[in-house]
């Protein structure tokens, strides 16, 4: 059974940081585009960060300089390092994976499996 799982979550004050992990389990995921999304009360589902199968990152323009995305292909693991965080970075984060993609799209169509998400609260 494919899985993604997230970690990493949590309540911190605006400035702040925090570390998200995502496990993928399954089947090996290093030939896939990996990605994180975030989803605010009330609003969709919005990309946040991706990184290509050869390792190339793509951010969306509000966390640029602020956050990084890395992953592990050894370990099946994609992560996200979240800096300078801000209240509007409050969000459940979701971890996704594009089957076989060569480069990290921003649209969420695009991706195959993914986790059940992680509450990441920004306090101002």
């Known amino acids: 059974q494919v899985r993604l799982v997230e970690s990493g979550g949590g309540l911190v004050q605006a400035g702040g940081s925090l570390r998200l992990s995502c496990a993928a389990s399954?089947?090996?995921?290093?030939?896939?585009?990996m990605a994180w999304f975030r989803q605010a009360p009330g609003k969709e589902r919005v990309f946040v960060s991706g990184i290509s199968r050869s390792g190339n990152t793509v951010y969306a323009d509000s966390v640029k300089g602020r956050f990084t995305i890395s992953r592990d292909n050894t370990k099946n693991t994609v992560s996200l390092q979240m800096t300078s965080l801000k209240p509007e970075d409050t969000g459940v984060y979701y971890c996704?994976?594009?089957?076989?993609?060569?480069?990290?799209?921003?649209?969420?169509?695009?991706?195959?499996?993914w986790g059940q998400g992680t509450q990441v609260t920004v306090s101002s």
């Open positions: 399954g089947r090996s995921f290093s030939n896939d585009a």
């Open positions: 996704a994976s594009d089957y076989g993609g060569i480069r990290a799209s921003s649209e969420s169509r695009e991706y195959t499996y």
